[in-house]
């Protein structure tokens, strides 16, 4: 027989990533904020991820990928890593770009990537989504690179630009539009 401490219990792993969600929360009440939906550490889902949110007020999650569907009735917003303004400005990112480089990538050609991404995905009927860190919009030229795509997009008659919340709540009203996906795993069921 062993004589030891009784493991100290430390709750399941849904209490667990609760607790960090529940401090972030609590920061933004106390700026009588509220959020709308998120965008997931490293763009992925994890086991509780959709109904913790979901039971948090969450709206809508945002991950990495570029399958645009509904998990537990939460609307899933992808987007794709070259849909990233950090993808483009930051030199760890720059052996993932398509052709890999070795350096960071100036914000006019971040404008046209992004520029021709949108005109590619609007002759295939298709949907896409963009990420601005705002802490990286941190010059004049990387603030027009965000203006100027909007602009364009918002005049042009082709395409409905709308807000993350625009978009969820159209999905929730248009849910046969958009497979039905495992909150854990992000998969169709039977797949």
């Not at 763009?43 to 948090?56: I, M, N, S």
């Not at 945002?62 to 009735?73: E, M, P, Q, T, Y």
């Not at 720059?94 to 991404?117: F, I, Q």
């Not at 709540?169 to 797949?191: N, Y």
Request: hydrophobic share 40%; proline share 10%.
């Amino acid at each position: 027989m062993v004589a030891m401490p009784r493991p100290r219990r430390t709750g399941s792993p849904r209490r667990k990533a609760r607790a960090p969600l529940e401090q972030t929360l609590a920061a933004y009440d106390a700026l009588e904020l509220r959020l709308a939906g998120a965008r997931l550490p490293g763009g992925l889902l994890g086991e509780h991820t959709v109904g913790l949110y979901r039971d948090a007020g969450f709206g809508h999650l945002s991950l990495a990928g570029d399958g645009w569907s509904l998990a537990d009735g939460v609307p899933l917003l992808p987007y794709a890593w070259q849909n990233v303004d950090g993808y483009y400005y930051f030199r760890r990112f720059a052996s993932l770009r398509v052709p890999p480089n070795t350096t960071p990538v100036r914000p006019r050609g971040l404008l046209a990537a992004h520029l021709d991404h949108v005109e590619r995905t609007v002759t295939a009927g298709g949907c896409t989504s963009f990420v601005f860190h705002i802490p990286w919009t941190d010059t004049p030229q990387r603030a027009e690179v965000i203006d100027e795509p909007l602009d364009r997009l918002t005049d042009d008659p082709r395409v409905w630009c709308a807000s993350p919340n625009g978009v969820a709540w159209w999905m929730i009203g248009h849910p046969a539009d958009f497979p039905a996906v495992h909150p854990a795993t992000h998969r169709r069921p039977g797949d």
